[in-house]
């Protein structure tokens, strides 16, 4: 029985990366679907539930992507609502690898360490990784702030953030490299989740900062998030401090990414969110 993968896409076009990482995840067929909404998503989930009976149906799965949280929240709820009764398949959700980037992330900064009371900054946090990194920070006990270059932005995602996860984070404004630099003055960790060529901090903020105890940046391509910190750092000690850049991150969000997708296939009735897939990141970790 061939292991069967529908990525359901929010985006214009579907995912190459996460098609690319279905495979090596162990799907034997992927099928991307674009431009998938709550509203047009029924018919391709009716596909996936009536088409296998028994334990057969544990070779067909579901992938939720794109590019949007909010959108791939909605999404994933409407593919849950279709099920009924054993008429159901297992399913992700990742929208722009947001789950599995901040889960890796978040579960090297706690690896043999306690994060409750520590102070967190997440910049940029308004994005995918950033508010799930700083979800995941805050579920460990870490005071969270995240900033953004908006302050209703800031404000939105961190009632978002609390009205999903129950967890209270802080939103604030850090438009330029002066007010991040103060943003960090009292952190003991900076989690920066950029967009890809943004920088966010200057080495000069945090280098003799003896607040600052760990630093994560997901940008893997120059001029990277923290400058000072290189995208291989997986636990470098830099200025004191420990540094994980975006490909120490990424070799264990790959391998998250392909562990999940391995376990959809191991039963009809798996359901893989933030939750769940941060507990294997820091089993994995």
């Given at each position: 029985?061939?292991?069967?993968?529908?990525?359901?896409?929010?985006?214009?076009?579907?995912?190459?990366?996460?098609?690319?990482?279905?495979?090596?995840?162990?799907?034997?067929?992927?099928?991307?679907?674009?431009?998938?909404?709550?509203?047009?998503?029924?018919?391709?989930?009716?596909?996936?539930?009536?088409?296998?009976?028994?334990?057969?149906?544990?070779?067909?799965?579901?992938?939720?992507?794109?590019?949007?949280?909010?959108?791939?929240?909605?999404?994933?709820?409407?593919?849950?609502?279709?099920?009924f009764?054993?008429?159901?398949?297992?399913?992700?959700?990742?929208?722009?690898?947001?789950?599995?980037?901040?889960?890796?992330?978040?579960?090297?900064?706690?690896?043999?360490?306690?994060l409750?009371?520590?102070?967190?900054?997440?910049?940029?946090?308004?994005?995918?990784?950033?508010?799930?990194?700083?979800?995941?920070?805050?579920?460990?006990?870490?005071?969270?702030?995240?900033?953004?270059?908006?302050?209703?932005?800031?404000e939105n995602?961190?009632?978002?953030?609390?009205?999903?996860?129950?967890?209270?984070?802080?939103?604030?404004?850090?438009?330029?490299?002066?007010?991040?630099?103060?943003?960090?003055?009292?952190?003991?960790?900076?989690?920066?989740?950029?967009?890809?060529?943004?920088?966010?901090?200057?080495?000069?903020?945090?280098?003799?900062?003896?607040?600052?105890?760990?630093?994560?940046?997901?940008n893997?391509?120059?001029?990277?998030?923290?400058?000072?910190?290189?995208?291989?750092?997986?636990?470098?000690?830099?200025?004191?401090?420990?540094?994980?850049?975006?490909?120490?991150?990424?070799?264990?969000?790959?391998?998250?990414?392909?562990?999940?997708?391995?376990?959809?296939?191991?039963?009809?009735?798996?359901?893989?969110?933030?939750?769940?897939?941060?507990?294997?990141?820091?089993?994995?970790?």
């Amino acid at each position: 029985m061939k292991k069967l993968l529908f990525l359901f896409d929010t985006d214009p076009y579907a995912s190459v990366f996460d098609t690319v990482v279905a495979y090596d995840g162990g799907a034997d067929r992927v099928a991307g679907y674009a431009s998938v909404t709550p509203d047009n998503v029924g018919a391709l989930v009716d596909g996936t539930i009536f088409t296998r009976g028994g334990k057969d149906k544990q070779s067909t799965a579901i992938f939720v992507g794109g590019s949007d949280i909010p959108k791939g929240e909605a999404l994933f709820e409407a593919v849950k609502k279709r099920f009924f009764g054993p008429f159901r398949v297992s399913i992700m959700l990742d929208p722009n690898g947001s789950n599995t980037t901040a889960a890796a992330g978040v579960a090297l900064l706690t690896k043999g360490r306690k994060l409750k009371g520590k102070k967190a900054v997440v910049l940029a946090g308004t994005g995918p990784v950033g508010m799930r990194a700083a979800t995941f920070l805050a579920e460990e006990g870490a005071d969270v702030t995240l900033t953004s270059r908006s302050q209703l932005r800031a404000e939105n995602a961190a009632r978002a953030i609390e009205s999903r996860f129950g967890v209270k984070v802080k939103g604030i404004v850090g438009a330029d490299d002066a007010s991040r630099a103060s943003d960090v003055k009292d952190a003991n960790i900076v989690f920066a989740a950029g967009a890809i060529g943004v920088h966010l901090l200057p080495e000069s903020a945090w280098q003799n900062n003896p607040n600052i105890e760990l630093l994560a940046d997901a940008n893997a391509q120059p001029p990277l998030g923290i400058e000072g910190i290189e995208a291989t750092d997986k636990g470098k000690e830099r200025h004191g401090k420990l540094c994980f850049g975006a490909l120490g991150i990424g070799g264990l969000k790959l391998k998250l990414h392909r562990a999940c997708i391995g376990k959809l296939f191991d039963s009809s009735e798996r359901v893989l969110d933030a939750e769940e897939i941060y507990a294997l990141a820091k089993e994995m970790a």
